[in-house]
């Protein structure tokens, strides 16, 4: 957590107003690879982010990525569009979001904006740094990111509000808990703690277990996915202390969502992210703290469904600013959405998906296979061929058709929605 406590005595002096809407600061902690159901505050049994029930957290139960894996989950929070339209779909420097993005918006009503991201996707020239005045990139050490980065900002003027970007990377691969949490759940695991615990080297020992060492690898997998929560936990807690010790909290509307999350062998021998669009990838946390001296300040009810392209619109709908013209996204305060769009295009499209907070039905163009889940109360497979699912077919045949024509013919999708 030493980095977003380090980031606090150049913030100090960007406070403004506390009943100014239009000039309250934001933080907006947008996690890497973090599921919405390991967390207590969405029900999750297992302790792994008790300091949470600490603060005013609100939760939002109907958040959703735009796509599986970060560099185009981020654009479209940045830039209020979809993955097709703003065309950042690659993690080489061959795409640059040249669209406009609300980040662009609020420095030029004033705000000192400010991206500390330990993805370095976000800082490779990609365009999605573009927009920050000050930029630090962290490399994530033992584990906890939070915890071991030294990295001061400083030197923000004064009657500046701020609005500052932190990407940590802590639940992402390579697993590696910090020492304090290792061994709390995975007591016993089938790895070489002493390697880097990648995707790659997962699927390696999976396939060589029998049926009973893959169970056991499978539920390691997940234990040890969790251990990594309690040290993203302490940070987070130690931001908003000091935050609330230094006054900023009275005037600072804190968010905190994810980019994607993560496939921990729900399908037998599948882990990690970018490949599928399975719910427990693009059904996202989506929290939010009103400022301190403003308890009754309403960002988001409960109920609400919204989209990555969506944050951005509400944000600055949040603080009086108009909203960007021409996207796809919405300010979802004047109204939520009955479902979510989610897509895979990464130099071609493989998968799409749509959902109502009730049901997911997704076409992967690469298997040529329909899918389908029922989400609540919990995520359970579902006949691509019950009502409900295929209730949403039109749409997503119309949604692929969509997609389509934005792209390049061998960019398309091999086998379409039938």
């Known amino acids: ?41 969405y029900g999750y049994a297992r302790p792994t982010m008790p300091l949470m029930a600490e603060w005013p957290w609100q939760r939002v139960d109907g958040y959703t990525s735009a796509s599986s894996w970060t560099v185009p989950s981020v654009a479209s929070v940045m830039s209020g569009l979809e993955p097709h339209r703003h065309g950042v779909n690659s993690a080489q420097p061959t795409t640059f ?13 004033g705000y000192r904006t400010r991206l500390v991201t330990g993805n370095n996707m976000l800082s490779r020239g990609l365009g999605l740094e573009k927009d920050f005045e000050e930029l630090t990139t962290i490399e994530e050490k033992d584990g906890d990111m939070l915890e071991v980065v030294d990295a001061a900002v400083s030197g923000l003027p004064a009657h500046r509000p701020f ?78 202390r000091d935050l609330r010790q230094r006054g900023l909290l009275d005037n600072t509307l ?62 600055l709908a949040m603080v009086n600013l108009p909203l960007m013209p021409g996207v796809d996204g919405i300010d979802l305060r004047a109204g939520c959405r009955s479902g979510g769009r989610h897509m895979i295009l990464e130099d071609v499209l493989t998968g799409v998906a749509i959902s109502t907070p009730e049901v997911e039905l997704s076409w992967m163009c690469d298997r040529s296979r329909l899918e389908a889940w029922r ?37 398309g999708c091999a086998a379409p929605v039938p």
């Open 163 to 240: 609005f500052l970007w932190v990407q940590p990377m802590d639940p992402h691969t390579p697993y590696n808990p910090p020492a304090q949490d290792r061994g709390r759940w995975a007591t016993d695991p089938p790895f070489d703690m002493g390697k880097d615990i990648d995707n790659e080297y997962v699927t390696t020992v999976y396939a060589a277990e029998d049926e009973a060492g893959r169970a056991a690898l499978t539920q390691s997998v997940r234990d040890i996915y969790d251990e990594q929560l309690p040290g993203l936990d302490r940070g987070i807690d130690g931001l908003l």
């Open 254 to 315: 804190v968010v905190l969502a994810a980019d994607h999350g993560e496939m921990l062998g729900e399908e037998p021998g599948t882990f990690g992210h970018g490949e599928r669009l399975r719910p427990e990838l693009v059904r996202l946390p989506l929290l939010w703290m009103p400022p301190l001296d403003r308890p009754d300040l309403v960002f988001l009810p409960a109920d609400c469904s919204g989209q990555s392209q969506d944050l951005g619109q509400t944000l």
């Open 375 to 411: 989400l609540e109360p919990e995520i359970a497979d579902l006949d691509p061929a019950d009502p409900a699912a295929a209730a949403l077919l039109p749409g997503l045949r119309l949604y692929e058709q969509e997609i389509a024509a934005s792209l390049p013919a061998d960019q």
């Open 97 to 109: 979001l040249d669209a406009p993005t609300f980040i662009a918006d609020l420095r030029a009503a």
């Open 1 to 41: 957590m030493t980095m977003l406590l380090s980031l606090l005595p150049g913030l100090l002096s960007g406070c403004a107003g506390p009943d100014d809407p239009a000039h309250l600061n934001i933080v907006v902690i947008h996690v890497d690879t973090l599921r919405r159901d390991r967390l207590p505050i």
